[in-house]
C-alpha cells in the first residue's frame, strides 16, 4: 500500500459513519466507469452463457440450501 493511500485510509476512517458510508459509495459509484479487465470479462461471458442455458432449460437450477450444503461439505465447514 502505497503511503498517500495510507494516509487517505487513515483519514477516511476519521470520518463519521455516515461520511464513510457517502464516500464508499462515491468510490462505489466511479468503478462502474472503469472498464472491465480482462478476467472480469471472462467471467461476465461465463455468467452470460451459463444463464442463456438456463434459460432454453439445457441446465436445471440446484436450490440454494443443496448448493451450500455441498459447498460447506467440500470446504469441510461445520454445519
Not at 455516515?18 to 472503469?34: G, K, Y
Not at 479487465?37 to 452470460?48: I, R
Amino acid at each position: 500500500m502505497s503511503p498517500s493511500l495510507k494516509a487517505i485510509k487513515r483519514q477516511a476512517l476519521e470520518l463519521t459513519p455516515e461520511e464513510r458510508e457517502m464516500l464508499a459509495n462515491h468510490l462505489l459509484r466511479s468503478l462502474n466507469d472503469a472498464p472491465l479487465s480482462s478476467m472480469d470479462e471472462l467471467w461476465v461471458n461465463e455468467a452470460e452463457r451459463r444463464y442463456q442455458h438456463f434459460k432454453a432449460g439445457m441446465t436445471e437450477a440446484i436450490p440454494e440450501d443443496k448448493i451450500f450444503s455441498q459447498i460447506r461439505e467440500e470446504l469441510r465447514w461445520p454445519t
